[in-house]
């Protein structure tokens, strides 16, 4: 199979819009959470979120300021009202992507070959319940008829596709939390594979609505195992796939999304590298961007292959008192300067479905 490599990223998270102002951020462990400005909060359990600084003021934006968002800058108002933000968030993430490669394909053959995978947790959530609401006032007629492709998660790789005349595989992923992690993992077999030579990959979310912070989970279904064993499982196998030893690993970046299951997956990583958990960096930059669902695993990727790069590992901000001991370093409040040749990104997702995905410097 061939070499896969990573020439190009994207970013847009609650710390900004752009790939170094967004690390930047983390690396000086600076948190992107803050009271929800999109909408009235009044009478929800949960009033904080990690929203998109942004030029209309969402998520404390200001215009002019670095890596605030302006989403006219991807597309019209007019065709913005026709797509949920997760499709333009996805385009602007691409956007930067493709910059950042210099990919710009100009031949038909280098068209055909190169394809999307971006997915998405949860998709158009905010057009779908404002629809349903139009449907029972209002009726049917006053649908709009671009509420379907506005919501459906595979047009965010079918919009970066139309933009930049992409006609390779086009994929979308919908596997949780551990979407962008998966789309990651899928696009770099395709080019393995010979079935593309480029792939544009990720995932992109926006789910800070009013029915995305009311709504609630039961517990089982989005209860990890407790013994960690999933997790424990996909770091073996990407391990295995690497062709590398558990004693390889330098950083993980946790899936760590400061609940019970944290311990749960320290625990797993512990067991997986035995004695080499006290030369093991470990933490959860979620501690700074909020769980980005779909789109986590792809930004927490990005930041995993950029610490690589700064030989730097991103903080775990907010940790004062842990709860156990444990000879890993969990890189508590600022970033840690220290040789990262390997790394390692866990996204864990509902529904019992987990991702690992390893990077190491090209030699």
């Known amino acids: 199979m061939r070499r896969v490599v990573v020439t190009g990223l994207g970013l847009l998270t609650p710390l900004g819009w752009g790939v170094e102002h967004s690390w930047k951020g983390i690396v000086e462990g600076r948190s992107g959470i803050g009271p929800i400005t999109s909408f009235d909060t009044t009478g929800y359990g949960c009033t904080i979120a990690g929203e998109i600084p942004s030029v209309d003021g969402r998520g404390g934006g200001v215009a002019g300021e670095p890596g605030v968002f302006d989403h006219e800058k991807i597309m019209s108002p007019k065709d913005r009202k026709r797509v949920d933000d997760f499709i333009v ?11 950042d490669a210099n990919w710009k394909p100009e031949t038909e053959e280098d068209r055909e070959r190169t394809g999307v995978m971006v997915g998405a947790g949860i998709g158009g959530l905010g057009p779908i319940a404002e629809t349903a609401i139009i449907l029972k006032e209002q009726g049917p007629r006053r649908v709009s008829p671009f509420f379907i492709p506005s919501a459906l998660i595979n047009l965010a790789s079918g919009q970066i596709s139309i933009r930049h005349g992409l006609k390779g595989p086009n994929h979308a992923v919908v ?15 395709m080019i393995a594979l010979d079935d593309a030579d480029v792939m544009v990959c990720g995932g ?17 279904i989005t209860a990890p195992s407790e013994d960690g064993d999933g997790g424990l499982r996909a770091m073996k196998m990407a391990l295995k796939r690497a062709g590398m030893e558990p004693s390889d690993l330098d950083y993980v970046n946790a899936h760590g999304t400061s609940t019970m299951a944290d311990w749960i997956e320290l625990h797993a990583i512990e067991r997986l590298v035995g004695d080499h958990a006290s030369k093991l960096a470990v933490s959860s930059t979620k501690s700074m961007t909020g769980h980005l669902l779909g789109a986590a ?16 590992a991103p903080p775990t901000i907010n940790l004062d008192n842990p709860e156990e001991e444990t000879a890993i370093d969990l890189i508590p409040h600022k970033g840690k300067p220290m040789k990262i040749d390997v790394a390692m990104s866990n996204s864990f997702g509902f529904g019992g479905t987990n991702a690992s995905v390893i990077f190491r410097k090209v030699s």
């Open 89 to 99: 968030y996805a385009i602007a993430a691409a956007d930067e992507a493709l910059a």
């Open 297 to 312: 695993g792809a930004i927490e990727s990005i930041f995993s292959v950029l610490a690589i790069r700064d030989q730097v």
């Open 204 to 220: 992109a979310e926006s789910s800070v609505v009013p029915i995305g912070i009311a709504s609630g989970d039961a517990y089982h």
């Open 175 to 189: 596997t949780a939390c551990a979407t962008g992690a998966h789309a990651i993992g899928d696009a770099a077999r």
